[in-house]
């Protein structure tokens, strides 16, 4: 199953309305989302290769859909572990993502996903685990700096 995502995000990494970013198109699956792009030669690191800041936006990416696809609701970052890289990307190659949530303690207000890179084959790129605070509209507003919650992120927060 598809994510709804508004056509109008500005996002870098899920947004259709930003020329620059990946336009990740996530769908539902067990326990979390999945995704895949093609590596474009303007996301070039060394040579031929895309760079590794692509890959760790990416999954960070991929970690956000799956917590909102598990739990319909939006969780603040509060500790991403380092990129374990595996392999570098080559330009042109398809990268699927496949991240799912590990856990959701209401009582604690956290979560914590992981998500991984794979080539189309299915030869292991890289991974990223990140905690989530569960947090309130109000605590969301004040950590963000808005005044009024962006449009669409109407919901998420309890």
């Not at 030669?41 to 760079?51: I, K, S, Y």
């Not at 960070?60 to 990307?89: D, H």
Request: proline share 6%; charged share 20%.
């Amino acid at each position: 199953m598809q994510l709804e995502n508004s056509p109008t995000n500005p996002c870098i990494g899920c947004g259709p309305a930003n020329p620059m970013g990946l336009h990740l198109a996530f769908e539902a699956t067990k326990d979390g989302a999945r995704a895949s792009f093609v590596a474009e030669p303007r996301w070039q690191g060394f040579p031929g290769r895309m760079h590794s800041a692509v890959l760790y936006m990416a999954l960070l990416e991929t970690m956000n859909w799956s917590l909102y696809a598990q739990t319909r609701r939006m969780g603040l970052p509060a500790r991403t572990s380092a990129l374990e890289m595996t392999r570098r990307v080559a330009v042109g190659d398809t990268v699927v993502l496949e991240g799912h949530v590990v856990r959701v303690d209401e009582a604690a207000r956290t979560a914590h996903a992981e998500a991984r890179a794979t080539t189309l084959q299915g030869e292991p790129v890289g991974r990223l685990k990140r905690d989530y605070a569960l947090v309130d509209e109000a605590t969301f507003l004040a950590r963000m700096g808005y005044d009024a919650l962006p449009e669409g992120y109407e919901g998420l927060f309890r």
